[in-house]
C-alpha cells in the first residue's frame, strides 16, 4: 500500500486503535514500506497497536534493530517457525535459519514487547515440538504456540504419525 494512502487510513480522525500485518498474501516484512508505515504511526499521538505476524527471515541485524526501535512495548510480534533448522525451510520455502535467528535475537535484545513462536505441526516436524518449544524459552519467546496445519497444507506434509492430542501430552 503506497504511503498516501495508508497515511489516509490511518490518520487521528479515524481513530484506529490497532493494526496487524500477516502472512495473509505476503509477509509484511517484505514491504519496501512497511517500516515507513512504523515510522509514520510514531508520529501520531494516539499510536495504534501493532500486530505482525512474519516468517522472520532474510532481514538484517540492522533492519530488525530499527524494527525494535519503531515498535511499541504494547505491541505484539509472532514469528512463524515451522520446525528447527532442518525442517523449518521445507515448508517455509527460502527461509533461512540463521536469519531468522539473528532477528529474533536482535528484536529480544532491543525490544521488551511480547513474541510468540507459532509452529505449524507437520509430518516432517512433529517430532521437533519439544525441542522448539524448549528452544522459544531459551531464546526469551513470550510463549509458543503450536498448531495442527489445515486446509492449505500440502497432502505431503499433513501430520499422520501423532494426533493433537499426543503431541499436548508429550507438551505437558
Known sequence: ???????????????????????????PVYSGVFL????????????PRVSLSTNGSGRSERWWLK???LLADTDRVEIAIDGLEDTNHLYR??????????????????????????????EHNYHQVVAARNLATE???????????????????????????EIQHDLS
Do not use: C
Open 139 to 165: 531464546l526469551g519467546f513470550n510463549g509458543f504456540r503450536p498448531v495442527v496445519g489445515d486446509g492449505r497444507t500440502p497432502k505431503e506434509m499433513i501430520l499422520r504419525s501423532r494426533t493433537w492430542e
Open 67 to 69: 524494527l525494535a526501535g
Open 93 to 122: 520455502r527460502n527461509s533461512n535459519w540463521s536469519s531468522i535467528m539473528t532477528g529474533v535475537r536482535t528484536l529480544r535484545s532491543n525490544w521488551s514487547g511480547d513474541i510468540m513462536w507459532r509452529y505449524v505441526i507437520f
Open 1 to 27: 500500500m503506497e504511503m498516501d494512502h495508508f497515511r489516509a487510513l490511518v490518520r487521528p480522525e479515524n481513530k484506529v486503535d490497532h493494526l496487524t500485518y500477516n502472512l495473509a498474501l505476503s509477509d
Open 36 to 47: 515507513e508505515q512504523l515510522e509514520y504511526l510514531s508520529t501520531l499521538d494516539k499510536r
